[in-house]
């Protein structure tokens, strides 16, 4: 029975450096003197080969109640000290009101969101279902569907930036044009629901940057696709979106513009508002700026998207969005909206 001695021995002490113990330091510190390789409870472990049959069999089983006391005793020391730590952290902190204004900047949408969402409620009041297309797309999408093929001198009208697999970051939003034709073409001809589609997007293009160039800019494309539609609506639904966004008379001019995904096309160019259309850098001192060049949808095009171009016409357009939000907000250099510099963003955005 002298090990039994030993096992009570060993229990009452640890108990009293548990109760000494000051910081989670000194419980690992215990817990490897007890339970370690070379620890208390296993030495005593040990000492049961001197023993024999029923001694044995109680010493073992006395040892393993000691080492599992030990065990959970260390454990449970372990959560008291954290939860108390808890509970000094949270009692030393300030108090904090939740009733009291709000002291950090808010949020505020950026010039381009705005402009878009505005852009989207007049298409949407004229009929437009709003379309989201992929930042990633072929050169099928982006340039054969619209009747720009391989080696085609137009390609080198944008600067295009290509993936090592193929693919490439779209250069213009009318990459999208011929998915909107395959989506709804079956609606046109079966049910006679003209094709009526905005699709805004990023746009990115190897530019050399300037007052009114970026690399990466957002455009809104549109088309609209039915029997008998003619320039005249076209130019309808250009001055309302123009008229709408802007609320108030802006001056405009329509001269022809090449494109090979439209025949005729238009360069639609407003008069500049940060100069009033005397000139600057940031209408290249034209005193107009390019902002949507538009058209009569090429028959190759709409036979492209599975539409006959014998029995529907249709327009497109291709808004500057970026452009858009700079004339609307009067900022002179677009390369401040792609900046994130918040103290010049803030004085055109609105609050969240
Ligand atoms: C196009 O991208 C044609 N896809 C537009 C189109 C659509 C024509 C449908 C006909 C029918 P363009 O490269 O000119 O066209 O760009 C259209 C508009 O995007 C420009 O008028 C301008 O407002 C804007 N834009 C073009 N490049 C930049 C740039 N680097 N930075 C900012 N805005 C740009």
Redesign the pocket.
Known sequence: MFFMVNVDELRKKFTESLQNAADSRDIEALRVEYLGKKGSVTELLKGMKDLAGEEKKEFGQQVNILKNEIAEAVSRKVTEMQQAAVKREIESMPEFDLTAPPTLDRGSYHPITLVQRECEEVFRSMGFTVEDYAEIVTDYECFESLNIPKHHPARD??DTYYLTNGQLLK????AA?NAIYKKYRKALVEEGKPIKAVFPGR?F?N?T?DA????T?F?M?G?MVDKDISISNLIFFMKTMLSEVFKKDIRVRLRP?F?P??EP?F?LDISCLICGGEGCPSCKHSGW???????M?HPEVLKAGGIDPEEYTGF?????????AMMKYGIAD?RDLNSGDLRRLSQFTQDC
């Open positions: 009208m944008q250069s213009q939003t009318s044009q746009c293009r530019e940057t009114c160039h970026e690399n800019f455009q494309e088309v513009g494109f995904f439209v096309g360069e700026l390019e902002l949507c060049p538009c058209g949808i497109a357009f291709g808004l500057g969005m970026t452009r858009l677009i």
